[in-house]
């Protein structure tokens, strides 16, 4: 089993994440992880899709989706030759005597303290899952209360983009125009 990053563009519209997400739940994949958000084209969203499977699953998960209306490209990227992040904030119980400690432990793993109350703080934390998964055990001493994480997002290193690779969903005469 291995895992996989696919960056996904589709057009803004309606129903579009339902779509995709009813084809996961329709065929048994699992999701490890799925955001998205609109593109700088706001017609445009980009979605990035985290899944986990063996060499046929994965490709029928990249096959699947492209086949969907609003689907434009769909990208498998390379998980060494990409940056992938993922943001957690993490509500953690403080008392006077530890708040110096924790402030300490958020620093080193540059970290962000957003919020701050007698008895709890708000961290904010970016940075690969392992990265994340790390801070949140060294958090579980303190007493965690409750976390949110988006899921990865991921870009392919260098100058090529999603933009540039070969669309499935188009004649070489219509990507040629793009």
Do not use: C, W
């Not at 924790?102 to 934390?125: C, M, N, T």
């Amino acid at each position: 089993m291995r895992k996989a990053i696919f960056s996904v563009l589709v057009h803004n519209e309606y129903g579009v994440v339902t779509r995709i997400s009813g084809l996961f739940t329709r065929r048994g994949f699992n999701i490890k992880s799925f955001t998205g958000e609109e593109t700088e084209d706001p017609k445009i969203s980009r979605i990035t899709i985290v899944a986990e499977g063996d060499e046929r699953e994965l490709a029928q998960i990249k096959s699947q989706v492209e086949k969907l209306v609003d689907v434009i490209k769909v990208v498998e990227l390379d998980i060494e030759t990409s940056v992938q992040r993922e943001l957690a904030l993490i509500k953690v119980r403080t008392e006077d005597k530890n708040r110096t400690e924790i402030f300490q432990i958020v620093e080193s793993f540059r970290g962000s303290i957003i919020d701050i109350e007698p008895g709890a703080v708000i961290i904010e934390l970016t940075g690969d899952e392992s990265k994340v998964k790390a801070f949140i055990n060294m958090m579980k001493h303190y007493g965690i209360i409750e976390i949110v994480r988006t899921g990865a997002i991921a870009l392919q290193r260098g100058r090529k983009s999603i933009y540039d690779a070969p669309n499935p969903n188009k004649t070489p005469l219509e990507e040629e125009g793009k």
